[in-house]
């Protein structure tokens, strides 16, 4: 259970979040029922089975074409935005 918490704690930090001693076990249960859900899974026969990029074999066919309106030019864009590096919008690094 200790590495488990250790484990938990330190890819907390790397997501920027803060866990507490008192969120740990109900952490570490749900994570658990998590590890057990993957280890059924990894049971599944998959031979011979080609991976899927979505989830269903039907195609849509009710998508409509994108078409472009009130383009913004791109300095236009760029001239509100806080901190802006090689033409494009800098943002803030949210996980490490």
Request: proline share 5%.
């Amino acid at each position: 259970m200790e590495n488990k918490e250790a484990m938990l704690k330190k890819l907390g930090l790397k997501t920027m979040f803060n866990i507490s001693d008192e969120e740990m076990p109900e952490l570490i249960e749900e994570y658990d029922i998590f590890m057990n859900h993957v280890a059924v899974l990894e049971k599944i026969d998959t031979e011979g089975v080609d991976p899927l990029a979505y989830p269903y074999e039907i195609e849509t066919a009710f998508l409509r074409e994108d078409e472009p309106v009130d383009i913004i030019s791109r300095e236009d864009v760029l001239k509100n935005a806080k901190c802006v590096e090689d033409n494009q919008i800098k943002v803030p690094k949210v996980v490490k």
